[in-house]
C-alpha cells in the first residue's frame, strides 16, 4: 500500500494511492479490453471493403464525419444494415449472451460473488435469466446505440455528450427488463433495487452490466479517436504500420483505450483501508436507504459502519436506526442519535425504543417517559429493553419498586439472549 509522506496533500495522495491499487485490477481489465479488440477485429473481417478507408481515417486523412461513418459501416458488419431483420435480433441475441457470460466471468474473477453479493450463480440458471431479460431489452439498447450513432456530432465534447445519452437511455432499457422480470412469476425472492444493481449487491448486475456491451464498443472507439488524435504529433501512423494493417491497428487501440478505461474506473471500485470503494460511498451517498445497509456488511471499521447505517435509516431504511452504538459515537450526539431511535420505534423496532428510552435517561428526562420507552421494546422481544424495565422495578427508577416484577423481567430478558439478566438470575438461584 502507498504510503503518504507528512508534508504530502492528503486527497493527492489518496488519489495515486487508488490508482496504484486499481493497477492490481489488471485482469478485469485486460478481460474487457480483449473483448472490445476482438469485437473490433470480427467487425473489420467481415467488412474488408471499407478497410483502406480505416487506414486514411488512422493516417489523419479524413474528417470526423467520415469517422462517424467509417464506424457505422463496422457496427452494421456485425448486426446487418437492416436492422429490424430476422438476422439482426439473432446476432444481437448471441452477443448478448456473450456480454452475459463475459460479465459473469468477469465477477467470479474480481470476487464479486460470495463477498457482495453472497450468493453463487449458477452457469445455467445465468444463461436462462439471459435470455429472459437481455435479448429484448439488447435489441433495443442496440437500435437506440445504432441510431446516436447515425447523429454522431464532430466535436469531442458533443461526443462526450451523445456517450452520456446513450449510457442513460441503455441504463433505462435495461432496468424497465429487469423490473418486469422482478414482479413476473419468474422471480420469487426479495424484489431488488436500482442501487443495488448498480452496487453488484444484487444477482442482476450480472445482466444490467452485459447490456452495454455495443455501447462499451462505441466509447472505446470514440475512446480511440481523442488518443490518435492527441498522438498526431508523434506521427504514430508510420510506426504502426497503419497502411498494410489498419484493422489490426484500430483493434489494439481500442482494445488500449478500453484498457486504460477500465484501470481509471477501477481506482473508484478499489477498496480502502475501511474495505469500502468510493463507489461504494458515492452510491450510499446519493441512494440512500436499504443499499446503505449492504454497504455497511462490507467494512469492519466502526465508525463507516455507523456512517452508513445513518445514511440508511435517512433513507427510510429503518433498520439502519437501532444501532445501540449511536449513542457513543462520536459522529452525532445524544439528540441526532434520538431523532434515528425514534425513527425505529415508530416503524415498530422494538430495540429503537428500547435506546430511545436510554437516550431518554441520559439527558435527565423524565424517568417514567423513559421506563414507558423500555416496556415497549420488551414488549417487542427485546431483551435490553427487558432488562432495563427489570431495574427500573427493582430500584424504583419511573415506576413504583416491585422486587416481583423485577425478577419476571430479568428472567423474561434472559430468556431473550441477555446475558447480564441471566447472570443475576443465576446469582439469585445461587444465594
Known amino acids: 500500500?502507498?504510503?503518504?509522506l507528512p508534508n504530502a496533500s492528503t486527497w493527492v495522495c489518496r488519489l495515486l494511492g487508488d490508482f496504484a491499487s486499481s493497477l492490481t485490477n489488471w485482469g478485469p481489465a485486460a478481460g474487457l479490453?480483449?473483448?472490445?479488440?476482438?469485437?473490433?477485429?470480427?467487425?473489420?473481417?467481415?467488412?474488408?471493403?471499407?478497410?483502406?478507408?480505416?487506414?486514411?481515417?488512422?493516417?489523419?486523412?479524413?474528417?470526423?464525419?467520415n469517422w462517424a461513418k467509417s464506424f457505422v459501416s463496422l457496427f452494421d458488419a456485425v448486426f446487418g444494415r437492416n436492422h429490424?431483420?430476422?438476422r439482426c435480433f439473432l446476432r444481437s441475441a448471441a452477443a448478448s449472451l456473450v456480454a452475459v457470460v463475459v460479465i459473469w466471468l468477469l465477477m467470479g474473477r474480481s470476487e464479486a460473488v460470495g463477498v457482495r453479493l453472497q450468493s453463487d450463480l449458477e452457469f445455467g440458471s445465468v444463461l436462462l435469466f439471459?435470455?429472459?431479460?437481455?435479448?429484448?431489452?439488447?435489441?433495443a439498447s442496440l437500435l437506440e446505440t445504432r441510431l446516436l450513432l447515425s447523429r454522431m456530432p464532430r466535436r469531442w465534447l458533443s461526443q462526450a455528450g451523445v456517450l452520456l445519452l446513450d449510457l442513460l437511455f441503455s441504463a433505462a432499457i435495461i432496468w424497465v427488463a429487469i423490473f418486469v422480470v422482478l414482479r413476473s412469476p419468474l422471480y420469487a425472492g426479495e424484489i431488488e433495487t436500482l442501487a443495488e444493481v448498480l452496487g453488484v449487491f444484487s444477482v442482476f448486475s450480472v445482466f444490467f452490466y452485459s447490456t452495454f456491451l455495443t455501447s462499451l464498443w462505441t466509447w472505446a472507439y470514440i475512446g480511440s479517436t481523442w488518443l490518435m488524435r492527441a498522438c498526431k504529433g508523434l506521427r504514430i501512423a508510420d510506426w504502426l504500420d497503419v497502411e498494410h494493417r489498419p484493422i489490426m491497428v484500430l483493434s489494439n487501440l481500442v482494445g488500449l483505450t478500453t484498457f486504460l478505461g477500465a484501470l481509471v474506473v477501477s481506482g473508484a471500485l478499489t477498496r480502502g483501508e475501511t474495505g469500502l470503494t468510493v463507489a461504494d460511498r458515492a452510491l450510499c451517498s446519493v441512494f440512500q436507504g436499504r443499499v446503505c445497509l449492504d454497504v455497511a456488511a462490507l467494512t469492519p471499521a466502526e465508525e463507516a459502519q455507523l456512517q452508513m447505517l445513518r445514511l440508511a435509516c435517512v433513507g427510510g431504511e429503518t433498520r439502519g436506526c437501532a444501532d445501540p452504538r449511536f449513542l457513543w459515537s462520536g459522529e452525532m450526539g445524544l439528540r441526532d442519535a434520538a431523532k434515528l431511535y425514534d425513527r425505529a420505534c415508530?416503524?415498530?423496532?422494538?430495540?429503537?425504543?428500547?435506546?430511545?428510552?436510554r437516550v431518554s435517561a441520559m439527558m435527565?428526562?423524565?424517568?417514567?417517559?423513559?421506563f414507558d420507552l423500555f416496556r415497549r421494546?420488551?414488549?417487542?422481544?427485546?431483551g435490553v429493553g427487558c432488562f432495563r424495565v427489570a431495574l427500573a422495578y427493582e430500584f424504583g427508577i419511573g415506576v413504583v419498586e416491585d422486587l416481583g416484577q423485577a425478577t419476571d423481567h430479568y428472567e423474561t430478558a434472559c430468556r431473550l439472549g441477555h446475558q447480564g439478566s441471566c447472570e443475576w438470575v443465576r446469582n439469585?438461584?445461587?444465594?
Not at 39 to 55: S, Y
Not at 346 to 357: F, M, V
Request: charged share 20%; hydrophobic share 45%.
Open 377 to 382: 421494546g420488551c414488549a417487542g422481544g427485546h
Open 84 to 86: 429490424f431483420s430476422v
Open 33 to 65: 479490453a480483449a473483448s472490445m479488440m476482438g469485437l473490433t477485429a470480427f467487425a473489420g473481417l467481415l467488412n474488408r471493403e471499407r478497410k483502406d478507408e480505416i487506414a486514411l481515417w488512422l493516417m489523419g486523412a479524413q474528417t470526423e464525419i
Open 346 to 357: 415508530k416503524s415498530d423496532i422494538p430495540a429503537g425504543c428500547t435506546y430511545l428510552g
Open 364 to 370: 435527565a428526562s423524565d424517568a417514567s417517559v423513559a
Open 130 to 139: 439471459g435470455l429472459a431479460i437481455n435479448v429484448l431489452a439488447d435489441y
Open 1 to 4: 500500500m502507498l504510503r503518504c
Open 428 to 431: 439469585r438461584d445461587s444465594d
